[in-house]
Nanobody, 127 residues
Framework: QVQLVESGGALVQAGGSLRLSCAASGRSFSRHAMGWFRQAPGKEREFVAAVSWSGGTTYYADSVKGRFTISRDNAKNTVNLQMNSLLPEDTAVYYC????????????????????WGQGTQVTVSS
């Protein structure tokens, strides 16, 4: 029902910034909570940030709080992740994900609850 395509990944120096984008297609995008996850080699995919389908509620993993900002523009069917003050520990493949939500304010942090995923975009932070 929802197709997601990430873009914006790159190689950057520590302390730099990147803006990831996720383009969505499908009729019900505006009623899906959205999330960003990341996965480093040999590690489990971990939660990064989430936003409710209204855009009014956001939640962040402690590791990125204060540095990353998730936002969405339902009119443009896009979700973004602004990443500032990047650290080598942020190196990973970043995935956007969507899950149907019955509440405008609800967000989801659990990987298994997301049925729709993008293909991922590589972010590499050098020290």
């Amino acid at each position: 029902q929802v197709q997601l395509v990430e873009s914006g990944g790159a190689l950057v120096q520590a302390g730099g910034s990147l803006r990831l984008s996720c383009a969505a297609s499908g009729r019900s995008f505006s009623r899906h909570a959205m999330g960003w996850f990341r996965q480093a080699p040999g590690k489990e995919r971990e939660f990064v940030a989430a936003v409710s389908w209204s855009g009014g509620t956001t939640y962040y993993a402690d590791s990125v709080k204060g540095r990353f900002t998730i936002s969405r523009d339902n009119a443009k069917n896009t979700v973004n992740l602004q990443m500032n003050s990047l650290l080598p520990e942020d190196t990973a493949v970043y995935y956007c994900a969507a899950t149907p939500s019955p509440r405008s304010y609800a967000y989801e942090t659990i990987r298994e609850k997301y049925p729709y995923w993008g293909q991922g975009t590589q972010v590499t932070v050098s020290s």
